[in-house]
């Protein structure tokens, strides 16, 4: 975006260009950000149940948020970005496979799903029941769980 001109002007320019490259910066960011955590949980040797579901959440965040970010790319690119002349059209390509391999995106979900409620029922309850908030919280009979 630094490069391309569009109108006389560079299109980082843009305040649409400016906002899908903050936007990119800011998932990027939070992508490294949980693929941390979740080392260090492994390096720390933390309940293998916890690094199970950090790890599949970094697998998964990172895959989208890659795939967001390379979208992104694309569109400031603009046409010439779908070709082999930039590499954004094989990051794409690439980043939509490893959104499968090694487990899809579907099987991340269900392993973080599976890990946090059998951590959640585990510890039972503890602190404040925040159900109890609702105004109507004593209305018991209208709470219908089957």
């Known amino acids: 975006s630094s490069k391309r001109r569009a109108f006389g002007r560079k299109i980082k320019d843009y305040q649409a260009v400016s906002f899908k490259i903050a936007d990119s910066i800011t998932k990027l960011d939070a992508a490294r950000s949980l693929v941390n955590t ?13 690094q199970r579901r950090l790890v599949s959440e970094a697998k998964k965040f ?16 603009g046409g010439i970005g ?6 954004v059209e094989r990051m794409l390509r690439d ?24 951590e959640q029922l585990a510890a039972g309850p503890r602190g404040r029941n ?17």
């Open 95 to 118: 980043i939509r496979l490893i959104m499968i391999w090694t487990g899809t995106n579907e099987i991340m979900d269900s392993i973080i799903q599976h890990e946090f409620y059998r």
């Open 62 to 77: 990172t895959t989208e948020m890659a795939w967001e970010v390379v979208n992104h790319a694309m569109q400031v690119l």
């Open 38 to 50: 979740a080392a260090v949980a492994v390096d720390r040797g933390s309940a293998p149940a916890m």
């Open 82 to 87: 779908y070709t082999s002349v930039y590499a």
């Open 130 to 146: 925040i159900e109890m908030d609702a105004v109507g919280a004593d209305q018991t009979e209208e709470k219908i769980y089957e």
